[in-house]
């Protein structure tokens, strides 16, 4: 059975940092590309980051280039995401999970596998 868990959210300031993880489970995590998604109310899900199974290649929607970073550990099973210089608008629930890879060398944040977890909320204020 597949698990896996977000932590490290919160309630912070603009400008402030936050280290979120994400733990799995029950799957054999170095064989997939991973990556950090977020939903804010009434808006749609939107792909963060990836990185690829190997940690080789990441991909940054652009809002978010420069200020955060995604690392992944893969003797531990764990997931980062560095997110500095927060923003109000960065505020949102975040969830991770397993993505496409491509040609085996690049992920794409679309959802791919059997992995999904069920998010940390990000609160930030002006």
């Known amino acids: 059975q597949v698990q896996v868990v977000e932590s490290g959210g919160g309630l912070v300031q603009a400008g402030e940092s936050l280290r979120l993880s994400c733990t799995a489970s029950?799957?054999?995590?170095?064989?997939?590309?991973m990556g950090w998604f977020r939903q804010a109310p009434g808006k749609e899900r939107e792909g963060v980051s990836c990185?690829?199974?190997?940690?080789?290649?990441?991909y940054y929607t652009d809002s978010v280039k420069g200020r955060f970073t995604i690392s992944r550990d893969n003797a531990r099973n764990i997931l980062y995401l560095q997110m500095n210089s927060l923003k109000p608008e960065d505020t949102a629930m975040y969830h991770c999970?397993?993505?496409?890879?491509?040609?085996?060398?690049?992920?794409?944040?679309?959802?791919?596998?059997?992995?999904w977890g069920q998010g940390t909320q990000v609160t930030v204020s002006s």
């Open positions: 999970g397993s993505v496409l890879t491509v040609k085996g060398s690049r992920c794409e944040t679309r959802p791919a596998g059997p992995a």
């Open positions: 029950g799957l054999a995590f170095r064989d997939y590309s």
């Open positions: 990185i690829t199974w190997d940690g080789f290649s990441t």
